[in-house]
């Protein structure tokens, strides 16, 4: 894991771990950190992240009121996106057929969402 | 954000060094004082204020980097944090693994103490005529082993175990099995491993001569010395087995050297009044010859005059301690030593197993009658309770997955707390059926005594991971 700085007056040294992992499972479970650093990040940090994340229990979304600039006109346009976003993604949390397990052919008869949307029917479960 | 460090084990090694076994995942790590003062720093009820903490730090990145190693590692979590979800019982059906072949329900010997014809027996027969059939015939052998061979998957090898009552009285039974198993395992491209346990009065040439050309993994059990051996293990007619055993046992271990079989361990009941760990320890492996020893304190319910009290409990931690001193010594010579409880809690605690069952009984294991029903190991075997099916008609999967489910540790209440729960997962069924009338229940009279003998391999473990670190090589597959 992380080693202590070292210090500029002291000769080089080989720097002495903080955290050692022992037995065969700390191994595997450092293994698993190291390899997940640097790849979680939050959505609004800088410099953005260039691939979102897929499926809507990986992320944190601040909601459907607001956009990231604290507005609205930034949100979902037009609102039949929304219904994509919840439905191929997953992204919103909303009451449509999922499309990643369940659903996958809901929206196979809906060629141009912002004319066609109603031809998507209702699914039963 | 509130955080707070997760049921753990602090330890040291004897130069220092200063460890955490982490009971959520059974990961040892090795700390540094300043992160041993962390995780002491959030262990306090109701966790930390994070930001709080690192703002009163002196060296505030230092700080926050521990920190953070320490969440991500599982060591410190949020207070309040649910569990991540798990699944209650592998896919099933499991693949079985071994069975335990009771090849009769007679024995030669009276021990006091067993669990089979004693009195906490739990066949409703009367004494050693035991329930069921005396032996189990030919067939039900055979049968057995095809019930193994099929419903053990993809397995490349499996195991099975003859026992007894006294295992030898059919060997018979066992030459048929055996024979017939090395037949069976060709179409099923499975290799077989064999093993027995024998109280060693009937080890004839003829016997010995096959356990050891089929390469059995062996267990005698016998309690010690001729005066330790004759306390409880006594022929019907009152007289100790002592003089009998002794020279069969001899003869066993010189052949099966000779033929460079598998190691051949004791297994040793301790009861009230029995010597010290390290005298018997000495004699079964430097007189007899032994290679390995396993001590059980013996299986009782209330009352039993032979049954460890809590000072009984108490004088075995302090002679299990003794014996690891020799273990220690022998690691530092990169030497393996037969003391076979401390060896095998080393293994795990290297590997970091983390249980959610006690043992393999009912999961990767089980135990067949003389009659060919299916219990959940030998020692449940003709206890209708707990039957599991039979070899014939095959495994009752929903008694089996019902049992399993209950009998999951996070089911065992008692043992949230407890950082010896990924080894103990609440003990042998059995003890708590004779215990408590309940095999899925924890063990609770021996808590403080596993909690101990736990304790003891931590510190084992970290003196000669301290000392001789490669050692533990032997311990990984």
């Known amino acids: 894991m992380s080693n202590v700085p070292n210090d500029p007056d002291v000769p080089p040294r080989r720097p002495t771990p903080r955290i050692l992992a022992c037995n065969q499972k700390a191994r595997q479970l450092a293994a698993l950190v190291l390899a997940q650093r640097g790849q979680a990040r939050a959505l609004t940090q800088d410099p953005p992240p260039t691939q979102y994340p897929y499926g809507c229990t990986t992320i944190f979304a601040p909601g459907w009121e607001v956009d990231s600039g604290n507005g609205t006109h930034g949100l979902c346009q037009p609102i039949e996106r929304d219904l994509y976003d919840c439905y191929h993604t997953c992204y919103w949390p909303a009451q449509v057929p999922d499309g990643v397990t369940n659903s996958p052919k809901w929206t196979m008869s809906c060629g141009a969402p912002m004319q066609d949307w109603k031809s998507i029917d209702l699914v039963f479960p | 954000m509130q955080l707070q460090t997760v049921l753990h084990r602090r330890f040291r090694g004897e130069r220092g060094a200063e460890f955490v076994y982490v009971a959520s995942s059974a990961a040892i790590l090795g700390v540094d004082a300043a992160t041993g003062a962390v995780v002491d720093a959030f262990a306090v009820p109701g966790g930390r204020d994070q930001d709080a903490w690192i703002a009163d ?3 505030r990145e230092l700080a926050e980097s521990t920190l953070h190693d320490l969440v991500d590692l599982g060591v410190v979590r949020p207070v309040g944090e649910s569990p991540a979800p798990r699944a209650t019982l592998p896919p099933m059906p499991f693949p079985l693994a071994t069975l335990v072949l009771n090849v009769t329900n007679k024995c030669n010997l009276t ?4 669990y089979e014809y004693g009195e906490d027996r739990l066949t409703a027969g009367d004494g050693s005529k035991g329930t069921g059939k005396p032996k189990m015939d030919d067939d039900t052998a055979r049968q057995s082993i095809d019930f193994l061979m099929r419903s053990s ?26 024979e017939y198993a090395e037949e069976t395992a060709k179409s099923f491209k499975k290799r077989v491993h064999y093993s027995l346990t024998t109280n060693a009065t009937l080890l004839t040439d003829e016997v010995v001569d096959f356990l050891t ?9 016998i309690d010690g010395d001729q005066q330790d051996q004759d306390r409880h293990r006594k022929f019907q007619k009152g007289v100790g087995s002592f003089d009998v055993i002794e020279p069969r046992i001899r003869h066993l271990l010189v052949t099966n050297k000779e033929r460079k079989g598998r190691s051949i361990g004791a297994r040793v009941t301790l009861t009230s009044g029995a010597a010290p760990v390290p005298h018997t320890y000495r004699f079964l492996t430097q007189e007899l010859g032994f290679d390995e020893v396993g001590f059980a304190p013996v299986t009782a319910g209330l009352g039993r005059d032979y049954a460890l009290g809590e000072k009984g409990y108490q004088k075995l931690l302090r002679e299990f301690g003794e014996l690891a001193e020799d273990y220690v010594a022998a690691a530092l010579r990169n030497e393996t030593h037969g003391f076979a409880n401390l060896g095998d809690l080393l293994r795990e605690l290297h590997q970091g197993v983390n249980k959610a069952h006690p043992c393999g009984a009912g999961l990767g294991l089980l135990g067949v009658s003389t009659e060919g029903e299916l ?18 008609t095959g495994i009752d999967e929903a008694t089996r997955t019902a049992f399993l489910t209950q009998a999951h540790i996070d089911n065992k209440t008692d043992c949230t707390q407890c950082f010896a729960r990924p080894l103990c997962a609440g003990g042998c069924y059995h003890e708590a059926h004779v215990r408590y009338g309940d095999a899925t229940v924890a063990n609770l009279h021996y808590c403080e005594w596993i909690r101990g003998f736990i304790d003891l391999g931590l510190r084992t473990y970290g003196r000669i991971l301290e000392a001789n670190p490669k050692f533990f090589a032997r311990f990984e597959s």
Not at chain 2, 213 to 221: A, V
Not at chain 2, 375 to 392: A, D, I, M, P, Q
């Open chain 2, 213 to 221: 050309k089929h390469r059995f993994g062996i267990t005698i059990s």
């Open chain 2, 375 to 392: 219990g959940l190991c030998h020692r449940f075997v003709e206890s209708k309770s707990h039957s599991v099916g039979t070899v014939t």
């Open chain 2, 57 to 59: 730090q002196a060296d």
């Open chain 2, 111 to 114: 021990c006091t103490y067993c």
């Open chain 2, 153 to 178: 998957g993809d397995r490349p090898q499996v195991s099975i175990t003859f026992f007894g009552g006294e295992t030898l009285l059919n060997f018979p039974a066992i030459r048929v099995a055996t």
